[in-house]
């Protein structure tokens, strides 16, 4: 056999293997359920779900759900695949995930080798093997469990595949140009791949920065001859220069006003200054996974009001910041080092910056764990060259083994929604979400019959939930809900304790959904508690947050459905309208109560169904103008 068949053979082992041991290892996980956003995204979510070839569906379940301003139009395609074949069913659509990141696995193999061959010419750098040991490292790190069994973070997944694959071509038309060769072909994949990315999700965005780094580190605006080139050092710089245009005057701005964070309990400053905090919370995540230390729920991270409070801000704030000049420094000597510690940083500038997300997901990880394992190969470089060679594999393979192991457990723990469930709850005790995810496992055993003991169980982990002294109040919402079901009287105190957990705060997405099932469930004559105490709350919502549309939604249906106050139901809905003209749910609603009351005029009628028609044009309204129709 030729050595470049060996070499061929040796390649396509290494990438067979990286398969077989990210499917393996992710097997039993398959077996679980939906999870967490899974629900409001895609189980309750109608516009994804493709049922034909029809162009039309493919359309909408492109452009509607989850798709946001900036796309994610490719992620609900492969989610509409999933669904024309196999349905709703959980299995099929976490074996896609697998595989996307299998082949993701691969790309990282390709990309690490190419970026240790250039490191060599700076000095001592990995080889191929470790090349396999890292992306192996990274396939089977028990961190990605919560991205790889996580339905709808598939959207992570295709987004960071295709960020890998623009980095790729971006090495590949780098490494052309410095042999003089041609190289925009590969420049141009380059920025193909980036669009793509965005069609999955803004993850890919981050494109430019870790291109920026590797030029940093690796090929330093060198062109052939070796010569730095002038232009490509322009180039970056008017990068640079616009990036900070658009995020000063473009970007910041909006976040800046005071309701930018109406939904969240802490503010801009408090958001940023707890990131280090969570930066490096993550670190010791990477660096020791042990299964109880993986939450996936983080809702009991408190945020930090000030540098000194808690004292973990600054230290936190200082080991972040120490991070960052050791990569400054370590760059002309230790670029593997410096890239590591450099993409880390820069995987987390979108999700830790000024945009209100929630503060801690472990799936914001998934491409910046790479920058960990990067930083300790950079470590380890020159001394592990000296060892024997047998030694030298067996303590690279040992944390591989180690990881794969622990990620191993970590899938059989998401192998049945219960156990995933009961494991979380009793890793992180101060988790509503944890707590309230059991006690709606429990609840749902149990069929509802307060004589079972399961019932029992859900209402003690409710109540769990409920003494914990901050969220939402999904506690109390839990309690009230079981005790309306089973016509059991509901205390006042529980109403007044959910008051009081709402009071000046803005509504959460989690708050609408809380609001949504008390409202709907008294609606549907499946609760029976006061109406009163349901109006109080929801004109408390209302009262505090004058800007919220849900909760006018909320209320409207509340007042319409059980008040029989029409003419307050309609005054809610074009409340709605007024501070959200373009939302057609608020339209619909509005001309369904207008045509089912006398409150109306043909022209208002006649006015508002035309807006929902013209608004009509992937047939996202269908079913709305249809119960419409049905009533005129």
Same mark, same amino acid.
């Given at each position: 056999?030729?050595?470049?068949?060996?070499?061929?053979?040796?390649?396509?082992?290494?990438?067979?293997?990286?398969?077989?041991?990210?499917?393996?290892?992710?097997?039993?996980?398959?077996?679980?359920?939906?999870?967490?956003?899974?629900?409001?995204?895609?189980?309750?979510?109608?516009?994804?779900?493709?049922?034909?070839?029809?162009?039309?569906?493919?359309?909408?379940?492109?452009?509607?759900?989850?798709?946001?301003?900036?796309?994610?139009?490719?992620?609900?395609?492969?989610?509409?695949?999933?669904?024309?074949?196999?349905?709703?069913?959980?299995?099929?659509?976490?074996?896609?995930?697998?595989?996307?990141?299998?082949?993701?696995?691969?790309?990282?193999? /390709? #990309?690490?080798?190419?970026?240790? =061959?250039?490191?060599?010419? $700076?000095?001592?750098? !990995?080889?191929?093997?470790? +090349?396999? *040991?890292?992306?192996?490292?990274?396939?089977?790190?028990?961190?990605?469990?919560?991205?790889?069994?996580?339905?709808?973070?598939?959207?992570?997944?295709?987004?960071?595949?295709?960020?890998?694959?623009?980095?790729?071509?971006?090495?590949?038309?780098?490494?052309?140009?410095?042999?003089?060769?041609?190289?925009?072909?590969?420049?141009?994949?380059?920025?193909?791949?980036?669009?793509?990315?965005?069609?999955?999700?803004?993850?890919?965005?981050?494109?430019?920065?870790?291109?920026?780094?590797?030029?940093?580190?690796?090929?330093?605006?060198?062109?052939?001859?070796?010569?730095?080139?002038?232009?490509?050092?322009?180039?970056? /710089? #008017?990068?640079?220069?616009?990036? =900070?245009?658009?995020?000063? $005057?473009?970007?910041? !701005?909006?976040?800046?006003? +005071?309701? *930018?964070?109406?939904?969240?309990?802490?503010?801009?400053?408090?958001?940023?200054?707890?990131?280090?905090?969570?930066?490096?919370?993550?670190?010791?995540?990477?660096?020791?996974?042990?299964?109880?230390?993986?939450?996936?729920?983080?809702?009991?991270?408190?945020?930090?009001?000030?540098?000194?409070?808690?004292?973990?801000?600054?230290?936190?704030?200082?080991?972040?910041?120490?991070?960052?000049?050791?990569?400054?420094?370590?760059?002309?000597?230790?670029?593997?080092?410096?890239?590591?510690?450099?993409?880390?940083?820069?995987?987390?500038?979108?999700?830790?910056?000024?945009?209100?997300?929630?503060?801690?997901?472990?799936?914001?990880?998934?491409?910046?764990?790479?920058?960990?394992?990067?930083?300790?190969?950079?470590?380890?470089?020159?001394?592990?060259?000296?060892?024997?060679?047998?030694?030298?594999?067996?303590?690279?393979?040992?944390?591989?083994?180690?990881?794969?192991?622990?990620?191993?457990?970590?899938?059989?723990?998401?192998?049945?929604?219960?156990?995933?469930?009961?494991?979380?709850?009793?890793?992180?005790?101060?988790?509503?979400?944890?707590?309230?995810?059991?006690?709606?496992?429990?609840?749902?055993?149990?069929?509802?019959?307060?004589?079972?003991?399961?019932?029992?169980?859900?209402?003690?982990?409710?109540?769990?939930?409920?003494?914990?002294?901050?969220?939402?109040?999904?506690?109390?919402?839990?309690?009230?809900?079981?005790?309306?079901?089973?016509?059991?009287?509901?205390?006042?105190?529980?109403?007044?304790?959910?008051?009081?957990?709402?009071?000046?705060?803005?509504?959460?997405?989690?708050?609408?959904?809380?609001?949504?099932?008390?409202?709907?469930?008294?609606?549907?004559?499946?609760?029976?508690?006061?109406?009163?105490?349901?109006?109080?709350?929801?004109?408390?919502?209302?009262?505090?947050?004058?800007?919220?549309?849900?909760?006018?939604?909320?209320?409207?249906?509340?007042?319409?459905?059980?008040?029989?106050?029409?003419?307050?139901?309609?005054?809610?809905?074009?409340?709605?309208?007024?501070?959200?003209?373009?939302?057609?749910?608020?339209?619909?609603?509005?001309?369904?109560?207008?045509?089912?009351?006398?409150?109306?005029?043909?022209?208002?009628?006649?006015?508002?169904?035309?807006?929902?028609?013209?608004?009509?044009?992937?047939?996202?309204?269908?079913?709305?103008?249809?119960?419409?129709?049905?009533?005129?």
């Amino acid at each position: 056999m030729s050595e470049a068949m060996k070499t061929t053979s040796h390649h396509v082992a290494a990438y067979a293997s990286l398969v077989l041991l990210a499917v393996a290892i992710y097997w039993p996980g398959l077996a679980g359920g939906f999870l967490f956003d899974d629900f409001p995204n895609l189980v309750f979510d109608p516009d994804w779900k493709v049922t034909s070839s029809e162009w039309s569906q493919w359309r909408r379940a492109a452009s509607q759900g989850i798709a946001s301003e900036g796309g994610r139009g490719l992620a609900l395609l492969s989610f509409a695949a999933n669904h024309l074949f196999t349905g709703l069913d959980p299995w099929p659509m976490k074996l896609t995930n697998v595989l996307m990141h299998a082949g993701n696995g691969i790309l990282m193999l /390709l #990309l690490c080798r190419r970026i240790f =061959a250039k490191a060599r010419s $700076f000095g001592p750098a !990995p080889g191929d093997f470790v +090349a396999w *040991a890292i992306a192996a490292a990274w396939l089977l790190h028990p961190m990605q469990v919560s991205t790889v069994l996580y339905v709808v973070q598939r959207m992570e997944i295709g987004s960071q595949g295709f960020t890998l694959l623009a980095l790729l071509f971006y090495f590949v038309a780098r490494e052309r140009q410095c042999a003089g060769t041609r190289a925009w072909p590969w420049l141009a994949g380059a920025a193909a791949a980036t669009l793509l990315g965005l069609g999955f999700k803004e993850s890919a965005l981050l494109v430019p920065l870790y291109a920026g780094l590797i030029e940093v580190t690796l090929f330093r605006f060198r062109t052939h001859g070796g010569t730095a080139s002038r232009g490509w050092k322009t180039s970056y /710089l #008017l990068l640079l220069l616009s990036g =900070a245009f658009v995020y000063l $005057f473009v970007v910041l !701005p909006p976040y800046l006003h +005071a309701g *930018a964070y109406g939904s969240r309990d802490f503010t801009l400053y408090e958001r940023l200054i707890t990131q280090p905090r969570i930066l490096c919370m993550y670190l010791g995540q990477i660096l020791w996974p042990a299964p109880d230390r993986l939450l996936f729920y983080y809702d009991q991270v408190r945020a930090s009001t000030g540098l000194l409070h808690p004292l973990s801000t600054l230290w936190s704030l200082l080991l972040i910041a120490a991070l960052a000049v050791c990569a400054i420094a370590a760059r002309n000597r230790r670029p593997l080092l410096a890239l590591g510690i450099g993409w880390f940083l820069a995987s987390h500038f979108l999700t830790s910056n000024i945009v209100p997300l929630e503060l801690a997901f472990e799936h914001r990880n998934y491409l910046a764990l790479f920058g960990v394992l990067l930083t300790i190969s950079g470590l380890f470089a020159g001394s592990v060259r000296e060892w024997e060679p047998a030694t030298r594999r067996l303590l690279i393979l040992l944390p591989v083994v180690t990881l794969g192991g622990l990620t191993f457990l970590q899938s059989l723990t998401w192998a049945t929604p219960l156990g995933l469930d009961m494991s979380l709850a009793s890793r992180n005790p101060d988790s509503i979400r944890a707590s309230y995810a059991l006690g709606t496992q429990w609840m749902q055993m149990s069929g509802g019959d307060s004589n079972q003991p399961l019932w029992g169980l859900a209402f003690e982990e409710f109540g769990h939930a409920a003494a914990l002294p901050y969220g939402s109040g999904l506690g109390e919402q839990g309690q009230i809900f079981m005790l309306a079901r089973a016509g059991k009287p509901v205390p006042p105190a529980l109403w007044q304790q959910l008051r009081r957990k709402l009071a000046g705060k803005g509504v959460t997405v989690e708050q609408e959904a809380l609001l949504h099932s008390l409202v709907e469930c008294r609606v549907r004559s499946q609760c029976r508690y006061k109406d009163v105490e349901l109006q109080k709350t929801l004109l408390q919502v209302v009262s505090d947050n004058p800007g919220s549309v849900v909760s006018r939604i909320q209320y409207s249906n509340f007042a319409y459905n059980v008040m029989q106050d029409q003419e307050l139901a309609v005054a809610l809905m074009r409340d709605a309208i007024r501070l959200e003209p373009e939302n057609a749910i608020s339209r619909a609603g509005l001309v369904k109560q207008l045509l089912a009351s006398n409150l109306h005029s043909s022209q208002e009628v006649e006015r508002e169904l035309a807006w929902l028609r013209a608004a009509n044009s992937n047939g996202q309204l269908d079913a709305e103008l249809a119960e419409i129709e049905a009533l005129k």
